[in-house]
């Protein structure tokens, strides 16, 4: 019983994680059609930025709590810098173009960002630990937690549910549906579509740089970071289906339930864990576990 | 059709050209050219590949001054001045192997220095024994490379892996540590593997009686090990392994120690002191460190030591850790083999052979202490090892080491006749540890 | 067949000069060209799925497959001929690709590119575990002989620079053959329009699955050359990151011509080689602008600078759809 509670404690936790990162990631793809490599460095963005602002923060003497403040502003600020930057200057000259071909300009994206904050913030370590200690230390059952992991399970929740609500109870939100289901369609509704790919791409950012901005008080902000948040995060929207925000919450929830149950039980199989439910759900639903079937069109 | 296929011809010689130019362009002078890999970006970097350049760096900025003490005080090596070329170890094995020959058949280094990645040793190590060129491997830690081949070209001028772990597991014993249970963690690749096999080995043969508990994988770079903290402490294991470096090692300390992990057990890390500088007061008290040899906080006193932590503290402002003593030991150790084989051949720029004869079974001070090629034919280095605990030092307001033990060569590698392996295995026979 | 004929004697020629140049160049190049001819040979693979419609993210699997075959074949079936050892990783690759093709033939773009992907990266994955081969290390493969011959340190840059050219040219008359015959232009109607196809009576899943195969020998026999050459294979051949560098290397050739994955091979090799050499610290930047700039630039490939690929479509289509009519008339005639 114990166990079963830590397993699905530390599932969570990770799923949390995963899913604030590949929230964005799904989105980007539903809208612009974009399969986006270049969300790890985002991800990695976020925390460096994470690092500075809060760095900042402290040494003007703020009190802690005002890092959490720091942490979004981090993500905001990532976002509203590199979002319109990408979309305007680069993205929008591909648009039409094969997705296949969008996936190797944000793999050379990918390549170009972590040269680029390597030039900006160097190999040194950062450490964002201030926030780390806010929330104190739970206890749950015979293990204890550091509060700021079960507030990124909160995070998440409000990452989703936000996500959710815009979508589908706001007019702005039903537009972007109207532009994922069909942006030929909607552009001749009189829907200006250029603005909604710009949106969606800078909060598709700023969802990645939030997961990086958030991650950083747990981890050291160095080159390389980028990298492992990639293939997980491709993973959790290729078990959820490309495009679907369900989908995305329900992949993160399966692999990070069989990450932990991995751990937990059959340690050696942890690496391997996330492939293979990726393997298993493709056998069976080649399209994801929440894809819609696309009418073909002739 | 036909214009094209000229098109395509012109194209084509076009980048013959630049190539053969580029190759002509880059003959030497009457300097040592030597190549350097190292990880420059990626995973590595922070903790290995820059520092080590860094150490690197200084070191033979002052050599070619003729300014480092005796008896490494001629100028470069043996009187010729050293003209590094750096290359970036990140992009794989596949990629290393053809940068080497670059290196060697293109920009016509004497030798190189390099490789971090124990994948890369082991692929770009045949590639240099096939072209009859010097390689010396300054890093990677896989017994592999000498155990399960010979050769003439290829030398590591550092001990392999299976030292650290011996060491650990013998430091724990003279603590006097209890250990009925025992868990571990380790990256899920060859390094993680390899560590993980040679502390268990080493254990069993000193605590007969302890059990192994949890024995996790995490992947490489996994970043999040919330799951495997839980794991660890639902345990009761009194002691807990683990041989993660760079940021890994740092997340996972982030993340554990706020739960009571360095509390309840003992954390033994086995090349974890490159982690105290940046962490700081964030590195938990009491855990067992090893740094992969003598270095950093636990060199032993020397005038050569006390000269090279002031050169790099000078430049860097941080004190140096285990990467740039391994990348400074080896290059001492190339200085002092070209300089014997010269004395030998009458003052000649000595030849790939000469040096790598002189190399064979050479011995030589480094600010680590002594290293001797006494292992692998004469090709691999084994040197001593020093273990310590972290403690906070509220007066100077930094992380030390205390409680320092040291373990001479012969204790902690294999005799040169025996695989690592089998020697744990055979329960480490001929260990001279006095 | 006249057409055919003429086209194998200018491959002939090409390689003949090939090969006379070869003994000219420094080693260091020969090198290089042996590692692109070998890279080239999985990008001709992606050509002809290419001409399909559908890109794979996963040639990496088939690489893998074909690599790991062949150093194992060397290395504990003590097979030492170079030219058996590529044969035997084209058919491990072949075999590979023969299940998986007819699987993942009903998916397209970006679902079949993902679905390559994954696959390519459980692969990744179960050889990471496997401390049988090495681990994430991989292991060793020594240098085989040729066709009797051994080959030593003097001659082995050229002995593998010319096994590379020849294999990597006859292959690529091969394919060049075979885009041109009825089946092979079956695959541009395909990326032209599917269903016009289907209503033809042509079965679109199974010429993609035909080239599927292709692409995976094809891939198999790049891997093994790879592996020949290089003395190495390790897990990373199998990584997404080698898999994008095909795709890259795909899309930079363009879909045109079957010989111009060879010169984008060539071209990434060297780019990589040079940014590496003269900007240590950020060639990854480098590296990256290069695939901005070519996909900018060179939309259709360097392929599109000498052949005509927008003549293309039209002819084959037409006579593809002669072709799938034939076919038609044939299965009728069966039943």
Known sequence: MDLLLTILIDGAIYASWLFIVALG??????????????????????????????????????????????????????????????????????YGRDEVL??????????????????????????????YGLFGDVSLGSLFYVGYDLAIVAVALICGIGVWFGLNRTVLGKIVLAVIHNDEIAASMGINISRVYLGAFTFGVFLAALGGAFTAPMISVQPGISVGVIIVSFAVVIIGGLGSIGGAAIGALIVGLARSTAVHIWPAAELFSIYLVMAAVLIFRPEGLFQRVVARRI | MTKGKYRHAIAAGAVLAAGLMAATAAQAQQTFKVGIVTFLSGQAAESFGVPAWNGGKVLIEELNKGAAPAPYNKVGFGGIKIEPVVIDENGGATKQVQELRNLYQRDNVDFVIGYVGSGDCLAVAPAAEELKRLLILYDCGTPRIFEEAKYEYVFRTAATGTMDNVALARYLKNSNVKIDKFSLINQDYAWGHDSRSDFIGALSSIYPDAKMEADLLPAFGAGQYGTEVSALMRTGSTVVHSSLWGGDLQAFILQSAPRGLFKKATVVFSAADHAIPPL??????????????????????????????????????????????????????????????????????????????????HAWDSPGGRIRMANGNGHQAIQDIAIGKTKWNAATKAMELVDIQRFPAECVNPPPNMKGQEWLKAGMPGAKCN | MTRTLQTTLLYAAALAVLLLVGLMLPQWLLFLLTMAASHGVVGLGLIVMMRGGVVSFGQGLVFAIGGYVAGLAATRYGITDAVVLVLLGCFASALAGAIAGPLLARYRSIFFAMLTLALSMVLYGILVKSSGVGGSDGFNVPRPSMLGLTINETNADYAFFALSSVIATLLTLLVTIYCRSSRGLLSMAIRDNELRVEYLGTSVRSAMAV???????????????????????????????????????????????????????????????????????TWQLALGLFLLLIILFLPKGVGSLWAKPERLPRRAAEKAQAAAARQRDATEAAE
């Open chain 1, 102 to 131: 969008l996936v190797l300009v944000t793999y050379a994206l990918f390549l170009i960002l972590e040269d680029v904050s390597k030039l900006i913030w160097g190999v040194n370590p950062y450490y964002v630990t201030e926030p």
């Open chain 2, 280 to 361: 700081g007061d964030k590195m938990p008290e009491g855990a067992i460190i090893g740094a992969r040899g003598a270095y950093g906080l636990m060199a032993p006193k020397s005038p050569l030591n006390d000269w090279f932590q002031k050169i790099y503290q000078d430049a860097y402002k941080v004190y140096p850790v285990q990467a740039p003593y391994r990348m400074v030991q080896s290059i001492l150790g190339v200085k002092s083999a070209i300089e014997k084989a010269m004395e030998k051949n009458g003052g000649k720029k000595p030849t790939n052979e000469e040096i790598a004869a002189a190399l064979t079974n």
């Open chain 1, 25 to 94: 990631l799904t989105l980007i793809f539903g809208v612009l059609k974009i399969l986006n490599i270049a969300h790890g460095s985002f991800y990695a963005i976020g925390a460096y930025a994470a690092a500075s602002i809060v760095g900042l923060f402290t040494a003007q003497q703020y009190a802690p709590a005002f890092s959490l403040v720091a942490l979004l502003l981090a993500a905001v600020a990532v976002a509203v810098v590199v979002g319109p930057l990408l979309e305007r200057l680069l993205l929008r000259r591909f």
């Open chain 3, 211 to 281: 080239n599927f195969v292709i692409a995976a020998a094809l891939g198999g026999a790049g891997g093994a050359l790879t592996v020949i050459s290089l003395g190495h294979i390790d897990p990373n051949f199998s990584y997404w990151t080698t898999s994008g560098e095909f795709v890259f290397m795909a899309i930079l050739a363009g879909h045109a011509s079957a010989p111009a994955v060879f010169l984008a091979s060539l071209l990434l090799e060297l780019v990589r080689s040079f940014s590496n050499k003269y900007f240590p610290d």
